[in-house]
C-alpha cells in the first residue's frame, strides 16, 4: 500500500492523464488505446492491493492457527507440574525449582493469552482465560481453531478460537493471539473495505458515463450486463445488485442503416423487475432484450445499431451494460473486453447525432472525475480517499510503535521490580558467601582459642 510511483496513487493519476488526453483527441484511436491500457493498468493494481491484502490477513490466521498447540502445550506443562509439585509440597516440604519452572511456563502462556491464576492450598495453580478455566490442577481444557464461513462470507479458511469440550468460543482480550486476530479481523478489514469502496466507486463513476455515452461507432449485435440480480422477479431497486437503482428513466437510441434514429424512454419505478425491464424493452421498435441467468441481454435487429442516454435511474450501470469496466470490487474489476477488442466504442461524446464524432463531453467527464468529490459522502475524491487512507496507517504504525516502546519500558521495569523480590542476584549470592565464610573462619579461630586455653589449664592443674 506504500505510496510511490509506483503505487497505486501514481498509476491513478496516471490513467487520468490518459483520460485528459482522450478527452483532448476523441477522434483518435491511438488515445483511446493508450486510455484503455492505462485503465487495465489501475485495475492491475488494485488487483495486486486486493491480492497483498488477502495474503496479510491468511498470514495473521496462520498465525493464530499456530498458536494454538502451543497454547495447549504449555497448559499441559503446567497441568504436569501441577501434579508434581502438589506430591512434594505435603506437609512442611517445597517444590521451589518446580514452582520455577512453573512460573516460567506461566510467562510465557501470559504472552500468547490473557490469563489471571489462582493458587490452591496445596500449591497448585488454577488458569483462567476471562471466566473460563484453561487448567484446573491437573485436568486441562484443550482450545481448538475451528473455521467459521460466517467471519467472511468471501473465504472459509478464517478461524476463531473454541474450547474442544464445549465449542464455546474462547474469551481472548490480549496476548500475541489476540493481536493477530485484531490485525486480520479488524485492521486489514478496514483497509480491505476501503480499498473496496474505492474501486466500487471508480467502477459505479466511470461505468455511468460509459453507459450512457456514445463513441466514434454505435453499438450493434448484442450485449450482456455483467451483473445478475438475485431475482428476475424482485424489483430492481432490491434485487441484489451491486450499484443502486432509483425510480427514473433512461433512453433507448435505435440507429436504421441510413442513420436515421428513433429514441424511446424507458421508465423504471419502485416496483420494476428485471423481467419488467425486458418486456418494456422488447417493445422497443428494432429492439430485442431478454432475461437469462439473472442477466439482461439487449441487442437490435438485423442492420440497426443502437445506444443509451439520460440514464437518471442507475439501472444500466447497476446492470452491468456497456461499462467501461467490469466486476464490483478491487479483486473483480476488468476493463471491458468489448472496449479492447473496439477502442472506438469507448464513450466521448453525449450527443447522439452518429456524425458528431468530435463531441468530446463524455470523455472530458471521464477525466473530470479526478477532482469530483464521490467519497466521503461527498468530501473526498478518488485521490484524497486513497491518500488519506495511506495517512491512517502510517499515523496508526507510528502510534503503535510508540505504545509498544513505552509497554516494553514498563514491562522491563517490572521484571526488574520483580527480580529484586523473588530473583537470585549472583552479587548478593557471592557476598553473602563471604560473609559466611568469614564468620565460619571467626567462630573457627575462637574454638582454637578456648582448644589452647583449656590445654594450658589442664597443664597448670596438673
Known amino acids: 500500500l506504500e505510496p510511490g510511483e509506483h503505487g497505486f496513487g501514481a498509476r491513478l493519476d496516471t490513467f487520468f492523464d490518459a483520460l485528459n488526453d482522450f478527452a483532448n483527441n476523441v477522434e483518435s484511436i491511438p488515445s483511446r488505446e493508450a486510455a484503455l491500457a492505462e485503465a487495465q493498468a489501475v485495475a492491475g493494481s488494485l488487483h495486486e492491493l486486493a491480492e497483498r491484502l488477502f495474503t496479510l490477513r491468511t498470514n495473521a490466521n496462520e498465525e493464530v492457527r499456530n498458536l494454538v498447540p502451543e497454547i495447549n502445550s504449555l497448559a499441559e506443562r503446567i497441568g504436569a507440574l501441577n501434579v508434581q509439585i502438589g506430591r512434594l ?32 492450598q496445596d500449591g497448585q495453580v488454577d488458569v483462567f482465560v476471562g471466566s473460563d478455566q484453561l487448567v484446573n490442577g491437573d485436568r486441562i481444557r484443550a482450545v481448538e481453531a475451528r473455521q467459521n464461513t460466517a467471519l467472511d462470507p468471501e473465504r472459509g479458511d478464517l478461524v476463531e478460537i473454541r474450547f474442544a469440550d464445549t465449542g464455546n468460543l ?15 479481523d479488524a485492521v486489514l478489514t478496514e483497509v480491505d473495505n476501503r480499498v473496496d469502496t474505492l474501486a466500487a466507486t471508480l467502477i459505479e463513476q466511470l461505468n455511468r458515463i460509459q453507459s450512457q455515452g456514445n463513441g466514434l461507432v454505435n453499438l450493434s449485435g448484442t450485449i450482456t450486463g455483467t451483473n445478475a440480480v438475485d431475482s428476475a422477479t424482485n424489483p430492481l431497486i432490491s434485487a441484489g445488485l451491486p450499484f443502486n437503482v432509483t425510480p427514473g428513466t433512461f433512453d433507448v437510441i435505435v440507429y436504421d442503416s441510413a442513420g436515421n434514429s428513433t429514441t424511446t424512454t424507458i421508465t423504471v419505478t419502485a416496483t420494476t423487475t428485471l423481467n419488467d425491464l425486458a418486456a418494456a424493452l422488447s417493445a422497443v421498435p428494432n429492439f430485442t432484450a431478454s432475461v437469462s441467468g439473472n442477466t439482461l441481454t439487449l441487442g437490435a435487429a438485423a442492420g440497426s445499431t443502437f445506444g443509451f442516454a439520460n440514464d437518471t435511474s442507475g439501472t444500466l450501470t447497476a446492470l452491468g451494460t456497456n461499462g467501461l469496466f467490469t466486476g464490483t470490487d478491487a479483486r473483480s474489476i476488468a476493463v471491458n473486453p468489448a472496449l479492447l477488442d473496439n477502442p472506438a466504442l469507448l464513450a466521448s461524446a453525449t450527443s447522439t447525432d452518429i456524425l458528431d464524432t468530435g463531441d468530446n463531453t463524455a470523455a472530458l467527464a471521464m477525466a473530470n472525475l479526478r477532482t469530483a468529490t464521490v467519497l466521503d459522502s461527498g468530501a473526498a475524491t478518488l485521490g484524497n480517499f486513497y491518500e488519506s487512507m495511506i495517512v491512517r496507517l502510517g499515523v496508526d504504525a507510528r502510534a ?17 521490580r520483580r527480580e529484586e523480590t523473588s530473583g537470585v542476584s549472583i552479587d548478593e549470592e557471592v557476598t553473602n558467601l563471604l560473609l559466611f565464610q568469614r564468620a565460619f573462619e571467626a567462630s573457627a579461630r575462637i574454638i582454637t582459642i578456648a582448644d589452647r586455653m583449656l590445654e594450658a589449664l589442664l597443664q597448670i592443674a596438673r
Not at 89 to 113: C, F, P, W
Not at 400 to 416: L, P
Open 89 to 120: 509440597e505435603v506437609g512442611d516440604h517445597s517444590a521451589n525449582d518446580l514452582r520455577d519452572d512453573r512460573d516460567l511456563l506461566l510467562d510465557q502462556l501470559a504472552r500468547l493469552i490473557n490469563i489471571t491464576t489462582r493458587e490452591r
Open 170 to 184: 474462547v474469551q481472548i482480550r490480549d496476548g500475541e493471539i489476540f493481536g493477530a486476530l485484531t490485525i486480520r
Open 400 to 416: 503503535n510503535a510508540e505504545n509498544f516502546q513505552v509497554a516494553q519500558a514498563f514491562i522491563s521495569d517490572f521484571q526488574r
